[in-house]
């Protein structure tokens, strides 16, 4: 299993909280790539809930990541 942010961004407007069952539905219906699919498949289901994609990339990007003061803008 891998992820990218172009694979990631795919998810973005998923109905979060979701079940990996929902997640694949919902990466079926709207078009996403067979990798985000088979990305999806690959986790091991225990039945919970996800709350955003970093509980499934922990390596997800946050805005933390970037080093830039939004005040200053």
Known sequence: MYWTLELASYL???PWPATKDELVDYAIRTGAP???VEN???IE???DSYDSIVEIWPDYPTEEDYLWNEDEY
Request: charged residues 35%.
């Open 34 to 36: 067979l990798e985000v």
């Open 45 to 47: 289901d225990e039945g």
């Open 12 to 14: 973005a407007d998923a």
């Open 40 to 42: 999806l498949q690959g």
